[in-house]
């Protein structure tokens, strides 16, 4: 990095990739801002320019030392361990030096307390929600949303009709034949762990999903046009249960509610769907999968 470049990012003051400081002492504190950089997009810290815009330099002195204080901090104060890259950089008031974050491989960090640094703007904060850090966990490959246990859906809440189908169709022999018990066999297929069914499991195999997992339902409304009625609709309904109904009745609720033509048959045909039906099929699967 130029002179010239490194005075263009100072002129534009902090933001949510650069971070500006006179001198740095505290090792932890500069773990922490390592750390959100990480948790976040990666971004450089300029040390040796104060956040007002001005250049104070650096001896060559203060370059051995903040090298060290870098590499303890990065190493000794993050969980897990990064390696930023520092280049310094000349001016007339002293030595800078730019140190290079890059987007963490391996989310969330944290510092050695366990805490998670995040980016806030221009600033850092400690990510305290767990929606957040979930998403952190998600992000980096972790954590799969079709994972997270559902505190109130045990194996007793499994509709065992369902299950025998699924496994009768998979596996080509009655689930009596399996010879595990269902909360093993509900834990080989990753969807149950110490008796609690997890989202995936409890929307493949579970019953009361309305009332268990309420969110997890499809809203199907017909409009007379192609635009959003606010006052006036043709059909609706809220449809949810096992994944496999719910992809059934939203098949239902479409089909009946999409014109059919004539085409190129004659008079006496059903008529022809005037989108294919294997368009909806998709768009029904991904919806649910997602």
């Avoid at 971070?19 to 450089?44: C, P, R, S, W, Y």
């Amino acid at each position: 990095m130029t002179p010239t470049e490194l005075e263009s990012i100072i002129s534009r003051d902090e933001d949510s990739k650069h971070q500006f400081k006179a001198d740095v002492t505290n090792e932890h504190a500069l773990a922490t801002e390592i750390i959100a950089f990480a948790n976040a997009m990666g971004g450089i810290i300029v040390i040796g320019a104060s956040d007002n815009g001005s250049i104070s330099g650096l001896t060559r002195q203060d370059i051995g030392r903040l090298n060290n204080l870098v590499s303890n901090a990065s190493s000794n104060q993050v969980r897990p361990p990064i390696n930023p890259i520092s280049e310094n950089v000349q001016f007339d008031e002293g030595l800078v030096m730019v140190v290079h974050i890059s987007e963490g491989i391996s989310k969330p960090y944290s510092d050695k307390n366990g805490v998670i640094w995040v980016k806030s703007g221009a600033d850092k904060r400690k990510a305290t929600s767990r929606e957040e850090v979930q998403r952190m966990y998600q992000s980096a490959g972790l954590l799969h949303g079709d994972e997270v246990p559902v505190p109130s859906m045990g194996v007793e809440d499994i509709d065992i009709t369902v299950l025998s189908q699924y496994y009768e169709k998979e596996y080509d022999e009655p689930l009596e034949e399996a010879g595990l018990s269902i909360p093993r066999l509900l834990e080989n297929l990753n969807l149950c762990r110490n008796q609690l069914l997890n989202i995936a499991g409890a929307l493949l195999f579970g019953k009361n999903i309305t009332h268990k997992l309420p969110t997890f339902l499809i809203k199907c409304v017909s409009y007379p046009g192609a635009d959003v009625d606010v006052e006036r609709y043709l059909d609706s309904q809220d449809i949810s249960g096992v994944l496999k109904q719910v992809y059934e009745d939203t098949m239902g609720f479409i089909l009946r509610n999409v014109k059919r033509v004539q085409g190129d048959q004659n008079v006496n045909s059903l008529g022809e769907l005037e989108v294919p039906k294997v368009v909806f099929e998709e768009l029904i699967a991904n919806a649910l999968i997602h």
